[in-house]
């Protein structure tokens, strides 16, 4: 059973910046194309962004585009989402998942897609 732990999340101001790491027990790590989603009060899920687990293509949902950055460090078995220019509606919490579908550039979008979830962490952004 593969385990994703979230850590990073907190209080930020509007304009500020927040990295959050996902630390997976999955081995091995490539196996896995990751993404993060976000749920914030009354609201449904929602894609933020993957990366493939070739590392070397990303997608992301235009809300973040230009802000957010993944990126995925194999050795260290953990995935990153760096949030810039935080917005009070980035408020949520934020969860990584981890996919096995697709091939080695795959880049999957859809909650279905993911097998694994972590257990989310709080970020709120204050105006």
């Known amino acids: 059973q593969v385990q994703l732990v979230e850590s990073g999340g907190g209080l930020v101001q509007a304009g500020g910046s927040l990295r959050l790491s996902c630390a997976s027990s999955?081995?091995?790590?490539?196996?896995?194309?990751m993404g993060w989603f976000r749920q914030a009060p009354g609201k449904e899920r929602e894609f933020v962004g993957t990366?493939?687990?070739?590392?070397?293509?990303?997608y992301y949902a235009d809300s973040v585009k230009g802000r957010f950055t993944i990126s995925r460090d194999n050795a260290q078995n953990t995935a990153y989402l760096q949030m810039n220019s935080l917005k009070p509606e980035d408020t949520a919490v934020y969860s990584c998942?981890?996919?096995?579908?697709?091939?080695?550039?795959?880049?999957?979008?859809?909650?279905?897609?993911?097998?694994?979830w972590g257990q989310g962490t709080q970020v709120t952004v204050s105006s």
């Open positions: 998942a981890a996919s096995t579908a697709g091939n080695y550039l795959h880049t999957p979008q859809r909650v279905s897609e993911y097998s694994h």
């Open positions: 990366i493939a687990r070739s590392g070397t293509r990303t």
């Open positions: 999955a081995r091995p790590f490539t196996n896995y194309a």
